[in-house]
């Protein structure tokens, strides 16, 4: 059993000591210049309207006014160089993962003390006319980039909503990987509905090997050997209702990305 004691860690990320992509990047569609730069004093507001027009969830004012001031968030901004309007958004916290809720600590194998460093990516988005440009990918890989860099961090993780297959394609195609359905994760309108936790592993890190695993290459080998809908449609209900147990989730700011 690890016994490590993570209640004194901090883990700092502090935008001086990190590295911003290219000063202006084009989008390839409307010819548009975009610039970077992290979320400072003042940003909250507009910050809120994207959350509030992105996500069907309500943070609190006091988390606007935390991602701006905190250090311990790494929160990206994507804004048109010319009027400096924010179209993009990236908030990711780090914390040991000894402090992930009891579903999240799927993500790392066992052998990975609790005062490992992991990311969680708690929003991700970009405004409707500037989706499918690569605006996502620059944000997100901005942040593997610094915490690959300070090479203590071993998994970047995130929740999203079940039936948001275009997020789920964006993650995948990033090599985030499955990790976990979550039952009546998030409560939308009164529904509650489920969600999927995904991780991407850097420096080292990799996940526990559990029997969905094995039970999801197995029928892989069979997909890429006979291809067939059926045995698609069985992978996919082992993975996703019968391998994974009725969590609930405990922390006040849930994630939802979305990519279109």
């Known amino acids: 059993m690890q016994t490590e004691s993570i209640q004194d860690i901090t883990v700092n990320l502090d935008p001086s000591e990190t590295v911003l992509p290219d000063d202006i990047h084009v989008l390839p569609n409307s010819n548009v210049s975009i610039s970077f730069r992290f979320l400072r004093p003042g940003d909250q507001n507009e910050v809120k309207a994207l959350c509030c027009d992105w996500f069907p969830i309500e943070y609190p004012d006091q988390w606007y006014d935390d991602i701006v001031h905190d250090n311990k968030y790494f929160s990206l901004a994507a804004f048109e160089t010319n009027n400096h309007r924010i179209v993009g958004v990236l908030v990711a916290d780090i914390f040991p993962f000894g402090q992930c809720n009891r579903e999240d600590q799927?993500?790392?194998?066992?052998?990975f003390p609790f005062t490992t460093p992991v990311s969680y990516i708690l929003i991700l988005g970009v405004v409707k006319e500037y989706r499918r440009q690569g605006l996502a990918?620059?944000?997100?890989?901005?942040?593997v980039n610094n915490l690959s860099r300070r090479g203590t961090c071993k998994a970047i993780y995130l929740h999203v909503l079940y039936s948001n297959k275009q997020a789920i394609q964006f993650y995948q195609s990033k090599q985030f990987q499955y990790r976990a359905h979550l039952p009546h994760y998030y409560c939308i309108k009164g529904e509650n509905l489920d969600g999927y936790c995904f991780a991407l592993y850097i420096n080292g890190g990799y996940p526990p090997v559990t029997l969905s695993d094995l039970l999801a290459s197995w029928w892989s080998y069979l997909l890429e050997s006979s291809p067939c809908r059926l045995l698609s449609s069985l992978r996919l209900f082992v993975m996703n209702k019968f391998m994974w147990p009725d969590y609930q989730r405990n922390t006040s700011y849930k994630q939802i990305s979305r990519i279109i």
Do not use: D, R, S, V
Request: aromatic content about 0%.
């Open 106 to 111: 799927l993500i790392l194998h066992k052998t």
């Open 137 to 143: 990918g620059i944000l997100l890989q901005n942040l």
